[in-house]
Structure formats: structure tokens, C-alpha cells
């Protein structure tokens, strides 16, 4: 056939005014928070609202504080109601045509009127939806569109996320005949392209309807077209089913993502009147009962993390260049596939997915009953469900990416083949899974941390599963113990961990975040960064069991991202506000597990060594396991200039890192890797007192003109430029130019500052981040500064002051930075004292700073150095083996009051019950093992003369575990305590264990602890 070009194709298609056109709805609206009565009319009066864009997440803007009905579920963050509006003039043209309003996610429970009139409510907050305003449109000469937004029930879900218009809008304008919304399915077997067109007539007097498709390669060619014939009858949707073969197509794989267009054109009587491209890729994908994966004839293992919607500072409106940045930089560690867990991701993410070659698997529900207490499935489920997985499917099934899909997640009921069934009916190319949800109704065996036991491969036998929450590892960046710790200690009989040797027999790293006697909670540790801090197995025993089991399709570990909320279960809440177990936090900022993955699943010639080598507390001398992560052939350690042994990374979980036992002492550590005859090295060197900082750029620049986006990363560093692993210092920021402050993070998970109206964040382990959007034409440049030095002058009393530009586009001003500074308490001005060196200072001094750029006063610092500022030098460590218990002071309780004023409670204080009838202690408890009998430990106390003891109703997602179990007396309640063991039965996933006392007053409960 003749070759046309894509060009030539649409200039056709506008030369003949085909009718088609999709408008970006971001800019312009109104915002108000609170519930606002009749603001859905033309007429209410919103001028006092505050005007942005969409992308929009009120909930990250607000600040963190305990009292959040969020708590440590969604990340203490503001939840409640909001309100958007926004009034467009109708073009003329636009009457007598299909109009409709599109939304790519709005959390949830939202509600849409256009001119007062009441479009619809859809209460899941991860689904697409768009509403026909056809009728509107034609009656009026302008149109207000109102959304309300209702995220005040809280936890509406187990994990942050975020509150209102979080993705794009659109405006879509098509004539009475035209392709249905997502009316295109494309698939591919071989060098054959099906395509499927559902196209609606409008009540348009139908002439000759020809549906014609034709594929577009990479190089904007057509390549193939075909044509058929379609009879709508008036007010009806009909199908059109083409076939079209391609000849030697290149095919669309994780390592070559080739993407192809399918241009879909309705004409009526020879006239064109609707286009509708779509990309797709060619590509099989085959399941084996045997091998798992396999797409165009390779085998190909899952090499996976699950990933929730926040981006940290930006919450869940996450800007799309920062998400393709997210998405790529999983990529370059190695990573081949996302879990969407646990519900759709935006529309976006998938299409920068399939242009990089990340393979998904979809999910669209954590539950299909209630798991948090205000969620989709305890309020919404059964009557939407089926709505729901209709509309993702369909929005879906196009992407490449998507390799397989998931309905759920440590959930269970009846629905399951139901869902199944649904999937298939709208895609019948792709398998279904869950995450360990009915799986005898799945197409493929999906399971959680019930995959990381000791004896699961002899229990699964040889079929093909994926390890859909597997592994699970806390590391906390820049943070390192030695000694190994168990989420739920080890031994454990129903966790069945692996065993992990200990670095060294006794700690030797002391430098906390807190001291222990000051930790409200037992749980509330930073994790190490050895790849030693698990539930039941390492990162590389998960890597190794991936590579060395046939059927073992891969895994997907929890997570690659740091994320708000889940703080409680194992951080143990305030001022915890968020999850560890990414290979990369909160901030964007890679760990030391990121380069672990990147040694084991790619090929570009790397190093990586951990620890740092600044450790001031530290006895010289002191054994130090230096590690090095490495996918060269050979690896030798070099410490200040003398070489120790060659090594070669291994392919045992516990050999694929080199180590040597390295004693203490300040100096430059370098590790030299060799591949194929060619030096890959890394050098780090103790660091003095933090100086100064750097300033540069994650990711793309600014974009030359218009609005955009950049990622500006701040180094601590000592007077050499050595990277300063301690640095907690407080940066400033100011924009010159054509730009503003969007966000700051520093990836902390005890950092409970807010992230937005600030200029100004500490530092976290040495890094901070500021997020720098451009505001229109023109440049841009990002002023920082900082007061530096050690905050408890323990090993240095030197304090620096440093200012640093960065240009983010154009030119970098020419800049005159004087800097004023004080140290008795008093304001500085430009008549204080000008900055010139480093200086010292006592314990005690607060330094204020004044910076002047070019004369003007742009930026007052202030920094307070003393013994109770700042992280701990000494009296850290780890906890014991023994796991710590749940509190009951923090859980939901009725009839009871914290006490305080006992002794030997544990965590904040303990529950103290009167005789109110209807009394309850309850606590949520996730089980991300499989289901069945586990321990419960009641720590408490409680005395009642005439009786033996107290009796208590022990209950289990509402079923009655023990009617009436006896707490025996004990002798001194509040300060004498007692523990008593009982079996429960758990589910798998979301468990509430409630306590009833039933005689009495006076019982006391300090903790449970459930094994």
C-alpha cells in the first residue's frame, strides 16, 4: 500500500472539520475548604475563594498535628470538605454537539453540577469519570461547573490519600456521532492488530457510516489502514470489529519500548466527523503454569515494587514530570514492573509507563469490605463496584504496560468470581490476580507476606505464582545498625522468618534520632540501612529466590517509595507520620537498597559503598562492616591509599555484597571495581563539621519558557566539599524571578513540619529538597542559604554561614550576597556584623542572620546550637529482641481514661475503665501473612476483692474469640502488671481486635501483643 505520514493524514482531518477536540480544563478554578451551602448555584458568591490550577491536594498544604482525624493512618494530615468552581463563556460552536466534562481522579465522594444542575456522584476517589453537559451547553451562553469534594470521614483508607481534584480535567467536545469514551480496544497476537470501535450516534440522520483505522509507526508513517462499513441506528452504540495485519512489526518490550498510534476515523457520507488516536504496542504476553512471564518468546521475572499515589510534599497531585522522574529512576535501579497497590493510578502514569517500558499490574481495590473505618468498601462497595471496574478496565486495557490485573488486596467474599468475571468480560487478553484474595477464584496465585516464610515453596509446589507483597524491609537513609532486627522478633513460629546473622556481636553504632528512654512508643526506631531490618527475610534472600525458582513469576516489594501514613503498625505513630519500607524516600532520594537492587538487576558497570566514613562517637579502632554493592566482576577496598583483598560479588543472598571488617579511623575509603579490563570506582572521606552547602538539579531542568516544574537538591557539606552525613541544618529558600516555593521535603519520616507556605526546612541525614515551580516567561533562580555547624557542638563548636545561587533558567544574576549575622539574641541589620568565616560558639547561642542580595533584604536565618538540639550522638541503640505490643492508650477506646500517673506501663500511659456498660478498647491490626490462629497477649492489671479477677469479651473482626476470659487479679493495678496468652483467630489483611471488660471497675490495659 502507499505510505502516508501522520501529518498529511491530519491535515486531512482538519480541512474537513472533524469534530473532536479535547481541551486541557486544569486552569482557572476556585477553591474553598468547609462545606459551603448552595455553592453548586450560577449565582453564589465566590470571590473571597482562593484561585488556582489543578492538580489540586488541600490535604499536603495543610499542616501535620496528632490531633488529625487522618492520625497515623492517612499521616495526621487536615482531611474534611472542599469546594471548587469554575464558570466558562460557551463557544457558539460548541451547540448542538456531545460536551462533556472529564475528571482523572477526585478523592472522593464527589459531586458535580454544571449551572446548579446535578451531573452525578461518584464515590470512590481512584477512578476516572466524565459527565455529558451536552444539554447545558446548549441552553446556555456560559457555564459554572461545581464539585464537592467529601473526604471528612476519616481513615477513609489504610494509607495518605490526599483530598480533592488530584488529577487532570478535561474539557471534550465531539459531534452527535463519535467514538464512545474509551470505545477503542485494541490488542495484538503475532503481527495481527485487532481493533475494536463502539461508536454512538447521537440522533444524527444517518447517511453511509465508514469506521477506518490506521496504524502509525514510531517514524509517524502509516504503515496499514483498513476499513469497514457500521449501521447506528438513532440513539444505539454500535461495534465495529477490524483485523489488520502488520508486516514485521517491532515489537514493545521492557528493554524497547516501541510504541505504535491507531488513528480511528468515523466518516458519514464521505465526511469526516470524528478522530480518535490510540497508542498501543505489539506485543505477546504469555502465562506459564510452569515459568510465569514470558513477553515475545523471553521469560521475563518481575523485578517489582508496589507504590501508592503521594509524592511525599506534593501529596497525591503529584506533577507529571515528577512522576515520570519516579518512574524512571525505579527504572535505572533495575526495576521492570509496578504494582498500582492497592487502586488505579492516574491516567498519565500509565502513558509514561509505556513510553519507558515499565510493566504494570493494575489494581483497583485494597478491599471489598471495610478495612479502614471510613472507606470505599465499608460504605461503597457493593453497590459500585461493578460501575467502577467497568470504567478502569475500559480506561485501561489499551496500555502495553499492562501486563496483568489485580482486584484486590488481603481481602476476601463471594464477589471474587464476580470480579473476575467482569475483568474478563471487558478484556479477555489479561490474567486476573489479587494481592492473597480468593485466590482459588484468580487466574494466577497472587500472595503477600505469606510468600517470605520459610516452607512456602514447598507449600506452593512448582505452579506459577507472583509474590504480590514480597519482601517487606525498613531502612531509614544515611541510618546504620548492625545488629539484625525482626519486625516480630525471631524466633517466630507463625512469622517463620529467615535466619539473618548479626554484623557484629555488639552494636557499634549509638547516633539516634531520640534517646531510647524517650521513645513514646517502643516501635518509634529508625531502621538500618544493611539490608538487616525485616520481617521474615532480607532483600537479597527475596532477589535470589526471584532469579533461582522457575515458577516463581516475581515479586513486588513493599515498597519502592517511602509514603504518608501506615505510621502506626510499625512506627508507632506520633511523630512518625509515614511508612520506611521504600528503596527510595519520601524526598526522591535513593538509599543505600536502591543501589543494592541496582547490583543485582542491571548491567551498567556500578559501585556503591555504605557506610559512610563520619563517625565522631565512634571508639577508633572499632570493627566496621564496609559494604560494597557491585555488578562488576571484581571489587577491592582501598583505606587511605593501602588495598585490602579482592573480592567478587556473589550469587548467594549473603555473598552478593563484598565486606570487609574495617577498624575505625578517620580517612578516605575507596572502592575500586574492574569489568571487562575497565576502573569503576567510588571514593568517600570523613567528613568535618558541616560549611557550606551545594546546590543542584534531580532530574530535567526548568523548561525554557512557560510554567514547569524542577526538583533542586541541598547538599550538607564541610569546608572541602566532603558530603556531611549528619547535616540537620536549616536551609532557607528564595526565588528570583519568575518562580515560586511549590513544596520542601527532605524524605524524614519524624519531620512534622508542613511542606507548603514555608521557605525555609532542615535537613535530613545531610540532604533537603525544594520543589521550584516557574510561574510564567522569563528566568528563574533559587537563592539558599544557611546557618551550619554540628547542633550540640559536641565534636565542633565552628559555625558557618553560607549563601548559594543556582540558575534554574537563563542566566545566573549577576549577584552582590552580603550576609549579616548575631549571636546575643538581638535582630541583625546591615550595621551587624558581616559575615566573613567560620566562628565559634557557645552552647546555648542562637545565631540570626541576615542576607541582602543586591542591596536587598531577601532572607532572615536563624539556627540554635545547644545540648537538647538536634539527633543524639550517644544513648541510641537497638531494641531488644522482644517486639513491641500495641498501645492501648492510642487505640479507639469507649468508657476508659489514659493514665499517666502509673508505673512501669509501657509507650504514653495506659487505659484505666470505670463500670460504664458498652465499654471497649479496640485496635486495628494488619496481617500481612496468611490466615489463620495466632497469640494474644493482654498486658494489664485490675483487682476486684470479691472476685477471682476481671472478666473480658475478646473479639475478631466482630466474631467472639473468647466470651468470657479471666484476667486474674493483680496486686497493685496501674503499677503492678501481668500478662496472659490466648489464641485468636486473624484474617488476612485489616484485623480489629476489640477487649469488652464485663464486671467491674478498675481494669487497667497497658498493651496487646499479637504472634
Given at each position: 500500500?502507499?505510505?502516508?505520514?501522520?501529518?498529511?493524514?491530519?491535515?486531512?482531518?482538519?480541512?474537513?472539520?472533524?469534530?473532536?477536540?479535547?481541551?486541557?480544563?486544569?486552569?482557572?478554578?476556585?477553591?474553598?475548604?468547609?462545606?459551603?451551602?448552595?455553592?453548586?448555584?450560577?449565582?453564589?458568591?465566590?470571590?473571597?475563594?482562593?484561585?488556582?490550577?489543578?492538580?489540586?491536594?488541600?490535604?499536603?498544604?495543610?499542616?501535620?498535628?496528632?490531633?488529625?482525624?487522618?492520625?497515623?493512618?492517612?499521616?495526621?494530615?487536615?482531611?474534611?470538605?472542599?469546594?471548587?468552581?469554575?464558570?466558562?463563556?460557551?463557544?457558539?460552536?460548541?451547540?448542538?454537539?456531545?460536551?462533556?466534562?472529564?475528571?482523572?481522579?477526585?478523592?472522593?465522594?464527589?459531586?458535580?453540577?454544571?449551572?446548579?444542575?446535578?451531573?452525578?456522584?461518584?464515590?470512590?476517589?481512584?477512578?476516572?469519570?466524565?459527565?455529558?453537559?451536552?444539554?447545558?451547553?446548549?441552553?446556555?451562553?456560559?457555564?459554572?461547573?461545581?464539585?464537592?469534594?467529601?473526604?471528612?470521614?476519616?481513615?477513609?483508607?489504610?494509607?495518605?490519600?490526599?483530598?480533592?481534584?488530584?488529577?487532570?480535567?478535561?474539557?471534550?467536545?465531539?459531534?452527535?456521532?463519535?467514538?464512545?469514551?474509551?470505545?477503542?480496544?485494541?490488542?495484538?497476537?503475532?503481527?495481527?492488530?485487532?481493533?475494536?470501535?463502539?461508536?454512538?450516534?447521537?440522533?444524527?440522520?444517518?447517511?453511509?457510516?465508514?469506521?477506518?483505522?490506521?496504524?502509525?509507526?514510531?517514524?509517524?508513517?502509516?504503515?496499514?489502514?483498513?476499513?469497514?462499513?457500521?449501521?447506528?441506528?438513532?440513539?444505539?452504540?454500535?461495534?465495529?470489529?477490524?483485523?489488520?495485519?502488520?508486516?514485521?512489526?517491532?515489537?514493545?518490550?521492557?528493554?524497547?519500548?516501541?510504541?505504535?498510534?491507531?488513528?480511528?476515523?468515523?466518516?458519514?457520507?464521505?465526511?469526516?466527523?470524528?478522530?480518535?488516536?490510540?497508542?498501543?504496542?505489539?506485543?505477546?504476553?504469555?502465562?506459564?503454569?510452569?515459568?510465569?512471564?514470558?513477553?515475545?518468546?523471553?521469560?521475563?521475572?518481575?523485578?517489582?515494587?508496589?507504590?501508592?499515589?503521594?509524592?511525599?510534599?506534593?501529596?497525591?497531585?503529584?506533577?507529571?514530570?515528577?512522576?515520570?522522574?519516579?518512574?524512571?529512576?525505579?527504572?535505572?535501579?533495575?526495576?521492570?514492573?509496578?504494582?498500582?497497590?492497592?487502586?488505579?493510578?492516574?491516567?498519565?502514569?500509565?502513558?509514561?509507563?509505556?513510553?519507558?517500558?515499565?510493566?504494570?499490574?493494575?489494581?483497583?481495590?485494597?478491599?471489598?469490605?471495610?478495612?479502614?473505618?471510613?472507606?470505599?468498601?465499608?460504605?461503597?462497595?457493593?453497590?459500585?463496584?461493578?460501575?467502577?471496574?467497568?470504567?478502569?478496565?475500559?480506561?485501561?486495557?489499551?496500555?502495553?504496560?499492562?501486563?496483568?490485573?489485580?482486584?484486590?488486596?488481603?481481602?476476601?467474599?463471594?464477589?471474587?468470581?464476580?470480579?473476575?468475571?467482569?475483568?474478563?468480560?471487558?478484556?479477555?487478553?489479561?490474567?486476573?490476580?489479587?494481592?492473597?484474595?480468593?485466590?482459588?477464584?484468580?487466574?494466577?496465585?497472587?500472595?503477600?507476606?505469606?510468600?517470605?516464610?520459610?516452607?512456602?515453596?514447598?507449600?506452593?509446589?512448582?505452579?506459577?505464582?507472583?509474590?504480590?507483597?514480597?519482601?517487606?524491609?525498613?531502612?531509614?537513609?544515611?541510618?546504620?545498625?548492625?545488629?539484625?532486627?525482626?519486625?516480630?522478633?525471631?524466633?517466630?513460629?507463625?512469622?517463620?522468618?529467615?535466619?539473618?546473622?548479626?554484623?557484629?556481636?555488639?552494636?557499634?553504632?549509638?547516633?539516634?534520632?531520640?534517646?531510647?528512654?524517650?521513645?513514646?512508643?517502643?516501635?518509634?526506631?529508625?531502621?538500618?540501612?544493611?539490608?538487616?531490618?525485616?520481617?521474615?527475610?532480607?532483600?537479597?534472600?527475596?532477589?535470589?529466590?526471584?532469579?533461582?525458582?522457575?515458577?516463581?513469576?516475581?515479586?513486588?516489594?513493599?515498597?519502592?517509595?517511602?509514603?504518608?501514613?501506615?505510621?502506626?503498625?510499625?512506627?508507632?505513630?506520633?511523630?512518625?507520620?509515614?511508612?520506611?519500607?521504600?528503596?527510595?524516600?519520601?524526598?526522591?532520594?535513593?538509599?543505600?537498597?536502591?543501589?543494592?537492587?541496582?547490583?543485582?538487576?542491571?548491567?551498567?558497570?556500578?559501585?556503591?559503598?555504605?557506610?559512610?566514613?563520619?563517625?565522631?562517637?565512634?571508639?577508633?579502632?572499632?570493627?566496621?562492616?564496609?559494604?560494597?554493592?557491585?555488578?562488576?566482576?571484581?571489587?577491592?577496598?582501598?583505606?587511605?591509599?593501602?588495598?585490602?583483598?579482592?573480592?567478587?560479588?556473589?550469587?548467594?543472598?549473603?555473598?552478593?555484597?563484598?565486606?570487609?571488617?574495617?577498624?575505625?579511623?578517620?580517612?578516605?575509603?575507596?572502592?575500586?571495581?574492574?569489568?571487562?579490563?575497565?576502573?569503576f570506582e567510588e571514593t568517600i572521606r570523613t567528613a568535618g563539621a558541616p560549611a557550606k552547602i551545594a546546590l543542584s538539579v534531580d532530574g530535567e531542568p526548568l523548561a525554557t519558557q512557560g510554567k514547569d516544574i524542577v526538583q533542586v537538591r541541598v547538599t550538607t557539606q564541610d569546608k572541602d566539599g566532603e558530603f556531611y552525613p549528619y547535616g540537620?541544618?536549616?536551609?532557607?529558600?528564595?526565588?528570583?524571578?519568575?518562580?515560586?516555593?511549590?513544596?520542601?521535603?527532605?524524605?524524614?519520616?519524624?519531620?512534622?513540619?508542613?511542606?507548603?507556605?514555608?521557605?525555609?526546612?532542615?535537613?535530613?541525614?545531610?540532604?533537603?529538597?525544594?520543589?521550584?515551580?516557574?510561574?510564567?516567561?522569563?528566568?528563574?533562580?533559587?537563592?539558599?542559604?544557611?546557618?551550619?555547624?554540628?547542633?550540640?557542638?559536641?565534636?565542633?563548636?565552628?559555625?558557618?554561614?553560607?549563601?548559594?545561587?543556582?540558575?534554574?533558567?537563563?542566566?545566573?544574576?549577576?549577584?552582590?550576597?552580603?550576609?549579616?549575622?548575631?549571636?546575643?539574641?538581638?535582630?541583625?541589620?546591615?550595621?551587624?556584623?558581616?559575615?566573613?568565616?567560620?566562628?565559634?560558639?557557645?552552647?546555648?547561642?542562637?545565631?540570626?542572620?541576615?542576607?541582602?542580595?543586591?542591596?536587598?533584604?531577601?532572607?532572615?536565618?536563624?539556627?540554635?546550637?545547644?545540648?537538647?538540639?538536634?539527633?543524639?550522638?550517644?544513648?541510641?541503640?537497638?531494641?531488644?529482641?522482644?517486639?513491641?505490643?500495641?498501645?492501648?492508650?492510642?487505640?479507639?477506646?469507649?468508657?476508659?481514661?489514659?493514665?499517666?500517673?502509673?508505673?512501669?506501663?509501657?509507650?504514653?500511659?495506659?487505659?484505666?475503665?470505670?463500670?460504664?456498660?458498652?465499654?471497649?478498647?479496640?485496635?486495628?491490626?494488619?496481617?500481612?501473612?496468611?490466615?489463620?490462629?495466632?497469640?494474644?497477649?493482654?498486658?494489664?492489671?485490675?483487682?476486684?476483692?470479691?472476685?477471682?479477677?476481671?472478666?473480658?469479651?475478646?473479639?475478631?473482626?466482630?466474631?467472639?474469640?473468647?466470651?468470657?476470659?479471666?484476667?486474674?487479679?493483680?496486686?497493685?493495678?496501674?503499677?503492678?502488671?501481668?500478662?496472659?496468652?490466648?489464641?485468636?483467630?486473624?484474617?488476612?489483611?485489616?484485623?480489629?481486635?476489640?477487649?469488652?471488660?464485663?464486671?467491674?471497675?478498675?481494669?487497667?490495659?497497658?498493651?496487646?501483643?499479637?504472634?
Open positions: 500500500m502507499k505510505r502516508t505520514t501522520i501529518l498529511a493524514l491530519l491535515g486531512l482531518a482538519l480541512g474537513a472539520q472533524a469534530g473532536r477536540e479535547r481541551m486541557d480544563f486544569d486552569l482557572g478554578w476556585k477553591f474553598a475548604l468547609g462545606d459551603r451551602a448552595g455553592a453548586e448555584a450560577v449565582g453564589y458568591d465566590d470571590a473571597s475563594w482562593r484561585m488556582l490550577n489543578l492538580p489540586h491536594d488541600w490535604s499536603i498544604e495543610g499542616e501535620y498535628d496528632e490531633s488529625n482525624p487522618m492520625g497515623d493512618t492517612c499521616g495526621y494530615l487536615p482531611a474534611g470538605i472542599g469546594w471548587y468552581r469554575k464558570t466558562i463563556a460557551v463557544d457558539p460552536a460548541w451547540k448542538g454537539r456531545h460536551v462533556e466534562i472529564a475528571f482523572d481522579g477526585v478523592f472522593m465522594n464527589s459531586t458535580v453540577w454544571a449551572n446548579g444542575k446535578k451531573l452525578g456522584d461518584r464515590p470512590y476517589g481512584w477512578i476516572s469519570f466524565a459527565y455529558d453537559v451536552s444539554e447545558v451547553i446548549g441552553e446556555s451562553d456560559s457555564i459554572t461547573f461545581a464539585v464537592r469534594v467529601d473526604n471528612d470521614k476519616q481513615p477513609s483508607a489504610r494509607w495518605y490519600t490526599g483530598s480533592g481534584i488530584y488529577a487532570h480535567t478535561w474539557l471534550d467536545v465531539k459531534e452527535k456521532v463519535h467514538v464512545q469514551r474509551d470505545g477503542i480496544f485494541i490488542r495484538t497476537q503475532g503481527d495481527t492488530v485487532e481493533v475494536d470501535t463502539e461508536v454512538v450516534n447521537g440522533c444524527e440522520k444517518m447517511g453511509k457510516m465508514e469506521i477506518r483505522t490506521s496504524i502509525i509507526d514510531p517514524s509517524n508513517t502509516v504503515i496499514a489502514n483498513v476499513q469497514a462499513e457500521l449501521d447506528v441506528p438513532c440513539g444505539e452504540t454500535g461495534v465495529s470489529k477490524q483485523k489488520i495485519a502488520l508486516s514485521n512489526p517491532a515489537r514493545w518490550s521492557v528493554e524497547h519500548p516501541v510504541l505504535y498510534t491507531a488513528m480511528s476515523e468515523v466518516f458519514i457520507n464521505g465526511v469526516l466527523v470524528d478522530c480518535v488516536t490510540t497508542r498501543f504496542g505489539v506485543r505477546d504476553v504469555e502465562w506459564n503454569p510452569k515459568t510465569g512471564l514470558w513477553i515475545n518468546g523471553k521469560n521475563v521475572k518481575l523485578q517489582g515494587v508496589c507504590n501508592h499515589q503521594d509524592a511525599g510534599a506534593l501529596g497525591a497531585a503529584v506533577p507529571d514530570k515528577i512522576l515520570r522522574f519516579r518512574i524512571g529512576q525505579l527504572k535505572a535501579m533495575g526495576c521492570n514492573a509496578i504494582r498500582t497497590a492497592h487502586n488505579p493510578q492516574t491516567p498519565v502514569f500509565y502513558e509514561i509507563c509505556d513510553e519507558l517500558g515499565m510493566l504494570v499490574m493494575d489494581e483497583i481495590f485494597d478491599g471489598w469490605k471495610r478495612k479502614a473505618f471510613e472507606d470505599y468498601g465499608a460504605h461503597a462497595f457493593d453497590e459500585w463496584w461493578e460501575r467502577d471496574v467497568t470504567d478502569w478496565i475500559r480506561r485501561d486495557r489499551n496500555h502495553p504496560s499492562i501486563v496483568i490485573y489485580s482486584v484486590g488486596n488481603e481481602t476476601h467474599g463471594d464477589v471474587a468470581p464476580e470480579l473476575v468475571a467482569k475483568c474478563h468480560e471487558h478484556d479477555p487478553t489479561r490474567p486476573v490476580t489479587s494481592g492473597h484474595s480468593n485466590s482459588e477464584d484468580m487466574d494466577i496465585v497472587g500472595v503477600n507476606g505469606h510468600s517470605e516464610k520459610m516452607g512456602w515453596f514447598d507449600e506452593i509446589g512448582d505452579r506459577t505464582w507472583i509474590g504480590t507483597e514480597n519482601t517487606h524491609t525498613w531502612q531509614v537513609r544515611g541510618f546504620y545498625r548492625t545488629k539484625t532486627w525482626f519486625r516480630d522478633g525471631f524466633p517466630n513460629a507463625k512469622q517463620k522468618p529467615y535466619p539473618c546473622p548479626d554484623l557484629t556481636d555488639e552494636e557499634i553504632f549509638t547516633y539516634d534520632w531520640i534517646i531510647d528512654a524517650d521513645r513514646s512508643n517502643r516501635k518509634q526506631i529508625f531502621n538500618s540501612s544493611y539490608d538487616n531490618a525485616m520481617v521474615r527475610l532480607t532483600a537479597r534472600q527475596n532477589i535470589e529466590q526471584i532469579r533461582d525458582n522457575p515458577n516463581y513469576a516475581g515479586s513486588f516489594r513493599w515498597t519502592g517509595y517511602d509514603y504518608i501514613g501506615e505510621a502506626g503498625y510499625v512506627h508507632g505513630g506520633w511523630p512518625f507520620k509515614s511508612f520506611m519500607g521504600g528503596a527510595i524516600d519520601m524526598a526522591n532520594f535513593e538509599k543505600d537498597l536502591y543501589y543494592l537492587y541496582q547490583s543485582q538487576w542491571t548491567d551498567k558497570p556500578m559501585v556503591h559503598m555504605l557506610p559512610h566514613w563520619t563517625h565522631p562517637s565512634m571508639k577508633q579502632g572499632t570493627l566496621v562492616p564496609v559494604q560494597v554493592y557491585s555488578n562488576c566482576d571484581q571489587v577491592q577496598l582501598f583505606v587511605n591509599g593501602k588495598g585490602l583483598d579482592k573480592q567478587a560479588p556473589g550469587t548467594a543472598w549473603d555473598k552478593m555484597q563484598c565486606q570487609w571488617m574495617v577498624p575505625w579511623q578517620p580517612g578516605e575509603l575507596k572502592a575500586v571495581g574492574t569489568k571487562d579490563g575497565k576502573r540537620e541544618n536549616r536551609t532557607w529558600f528564595h526565588v528570583v524571578g519568575a518562580g515560586r516555593i511549590k513544596a520542601l521535603d527532605n524524605g524524614s519520616p519524624v519531620d512534622v513540619e508542613p511542606h507548603f507556605g514555608t521557605d525555609n526546612r532542615i535537613a535530613f541525614y545531610g540532604l533537603t529538597r525544594a520543589y521550584i515551580e516557574s510561574t510564567g516567561e522569563g528566568d528563574v533562580a533559587l537563592l539558599a542559604s544557611c546557618i551550619l555547624g554540628e547542633k550540640k557542638l559536641v565534636y565542633s563548636d565552628r559555625v558557618s554561614i553560607d549563601a548559594r545561587l543556582l540558575a534554574l533558567r537563563g542566566a545566573l544574576p549577576k549577584p552582590k550576597v552580603e550576609i549579616f549575622y548575631t549571636t546575643d539574641q538581638s535582630e541583625p541589620t546591615d550595621q551587624s556584623t558581616p559575615y566573613t568565616g567560620a566562628f565559634k560558639v557557645e552552647p546555648g547561642t542562637t545565631v540570626k542572620a541576615l542576607v541582602v542580595l543586591n542591596g536587598q533584604l531577601v532572607q532572615r536565618l536563624e539556627e540554635r546550637f545547644a545540648a537538647d538540639e538536634g539527633f543524639i550522638w550517644e544513648g541510641g541503640g537497638q531494641p531488644s529482641g522482644t517486639p513491641p505490643g500495641e498501645q492501648a492508650e492510642t487505640a479507639a477506646f469507649k468508657g476508659a481514661e489514659v493514665m499517666g500517673n502509673g508505673e512501669y506501663f509501657r509507650g504514653k500511659g495506659f487505659l484505666r475503665f470505670g463500670k460504664d456498660k458498652g465499654a471497649y478498647v479496640e485496635w486495628y491490626q494488619e496481617n500481612d501473612g496468611g490466615a489463620g490462629e495466632a497469640d494474644l497477649s493482654i498486658r494489664y492489671g485490675g483487682k476486684i476483692k470479691t472476685e477471682k479477677g476481671h472478666l473480658v469479651k475478646v473479639t475478631v473482626n466482630g466474631a467472639v474469640a473468647h466470651e468470657e476470659l479471666l484476667l486474674p487479679n493483680t496486686r497493685n493495678p496501674g503499677r503492678e502488671w501481668a500478662k496472659i496468652t490466648v489464641p485468636i483467630q486473624m484474617g488476612r489483611g485489616a484485623n480489629t481486635i476489640r477487649i469488652e471488660p464485663l464486671s467491674g471497675g478498675g481494669l487497667c490495659i497497658d498493651e496487646i501483643l499479637v504472634r
